[in-house]
T-cell receptor, first 110, second 113 residues
Framework: GQNIDQPTEMTATEGAIVQINCTYQTSGFNGLFWYQQHAGEAPTFLSYNVLDGLEEKGRFSSFLSRSKGYSYLLLKELQMKDSASYLCAGRNQAGTALIFGKGTTLSVSS | NAGVTQTPKFQVLKTGQSMTLQCAQD?????MSWYRQDPGMGLRLIHY???????DQGEVPNGYNVSRSTTEDFPLRLLSAAPSQTSVYFC????????????FGEGSRLTVL
């Protein structure tokens, strides 16, 4: 199976840290991706994990545990412009396609 | 740098009409895919292609056809549109490299009455 689960909505305040979790069936994927999508726009790539551990990229970090079927996206020093949907996606075993979760809508307030 | 170009950006159809959503990329990417996005459903994969002449079905292929005669183009055809196909459609491409980063077009908003 290739189910990907993530929370539907989250809220946070400016300057805070937020963690968006993503769980998936472990047999399904070869690599986990995070995308950001602002309302009315196309998704844009944030991060990629294929091995266990933490990948850091500025204010954004992503973590993967393949044995637990678990990933998270960590956003630090939140800004109003971080209000968006965050999409977790797994690459299929053949490496030919990405399957997306339903996305988490993050609202950042001042 | 054009990237991934989708046309049209907006389209209204009547039930039963046919149409083609065009997608072209100028990055020489081998992999291309079509997604639809509906409220509360996220991005769902319709069809994808790993190279010219090769296509495969995704999660929700029914009602859609694709072909890949060139590396650059990957059109999506609706042969007989239904209201359930009202959605925002995104075309995406990527190279064969290990990161697998997808580059998306701006999307095409389709309404079927």
């Amino acid at each position: 199976g290739q189910n990907i689960d993530q929370p539907t909505e989250m809220t946070a305040t400016e300057g805070a840290i937020v963690q968006i979790n993503c769980t998936y069936q472990t047999s399904g994927f070869n690599g986990l991706f995070w995308y950001q999508q602002h309302a009315g726009e196309a998704p844009t790539f944030l991060s990629y994990n294929v091995l266990d551990g933490l990948e850091e990229k500025g204010r954004f970090s992503s973590f993967l545990s393949r044995s637990k079927g678990y990933s998270y996206l960590l956003l630090k020093e939140l800004q109003m412009k971080d209000s968006a949907s965050y999409l977790c996606a797994g690459r299929n075993q053949a490496g030919t396609a990405l399957i997306f979760g339903k996305g988490t809508t993050l609202s950042v307030s001042s | 740098n054009a990237g991934v170009t989708q046309t049209p950006k907006f389209q209204v159809l009547k039930t039963g009409q046919s149409m083609t959503l065009q997608c072209a990329q100028d990055m020489n990417h081998e992999y291309m895919s079509w997604y639809r996005q509906d409220p509360g459903m996220g991005l769902r994969l319709i069809h994808y292609s790993v190279g010219a002449g090769i296509t495969d079905q995704g999660e929700v292929p029914n009602g859609y056809n694709v072909s890949r005669s060139t590396t650059e183009d990957f059109p999506l055809r609706l042969l007989s549109a239904a209201p359930s196909q009202t959605s925002v459609y995104f075309c995406a491409s990527r190279d064969r490299g290990n990161t697998g980063e997808l580059f998306f077009g701006e999307g095409s908003r389709l309404t079927v009455l």
